[in-house]
């Protein structure tokens, strides 16, 4: 019993500097994606920006394209002035997978809350899903890609 419970310990002490390295990224990107939200909710098209590398871009959920945050600026301050100006945005991160030390994907399940339609109403709320590729740089994960889409119901299959 003593020799299991010291290889146990052994065992722990040798995987631990790597799981508590994850763990610590996990923590750093987990807060990363809290001061996003936070951004959002403040319709802060700069501070949103900021979170993109210099050369990173973004394809948001109706395929619209920018590139560098010059570009992911003007197409947050379109959006925060229009449809989302009084929306909120949370998101749960699904999952990271780390592509070596300092790039990671992230998978994230969105929901926009508070959007107009074109009539002014309020719609249902917006459930989507963000695959954002973070690389951390100068301590801090950036966006270097953000892909938003909506997953649509599987086609019929064919009439018999």
């Known amino acids: 019993m003593k020799k299991l ?9 040798l995987a631990s500097p ?3 390295a994850d763990q610590k990224e996990d923590e750093a ?11 959002w909710n403040k319709h802060d098209p700069k501070l949103m920006a900021s979170f993109w590398l210099a050369d990173g871009d973004l394809i948001n959920p109706f395929g ?19 449809p989302m100006a009084s ?28 959007m107009k339609g074109t009539d002014g109403n309020v719609i249902p709320p917006f459930k989507h899903h963000v695959t ?16 938003a889409f909506v997953a649509l119901p599987a086609p019929s299959g064919p009439a018999k």
């Open 132 to 147: 954002w590729i973070a690389e951390k740089k100068d301590g801090k994960w950036l966006a270097a890609g953000a892909r």
């Open 87 to 114: 929306s909120t945005y949370a998101g749960q991160i699904e999952s990271i997978r780390y592509m070596g030390k300092n790039i990671a994907i992230v998978d994230v399940a969105g929901e926009i809350t508070g």
């Open 5 to 13: 419970l010291l290889l146990s310990v052994l065992l722990g002490l």
């Open 64 to 82: 619209r394209h920018a590139k560098g945050p010059a570009e992911i600026e003007k197409l947050f301050t379109e959006e925060q002035s229009g």
């Open 18 to 20: 790597t799981a508590r």
């Open 29 to 39: 990107i987990h807060k990363r994606h809290d001061e996003w939200a936070a951004a």
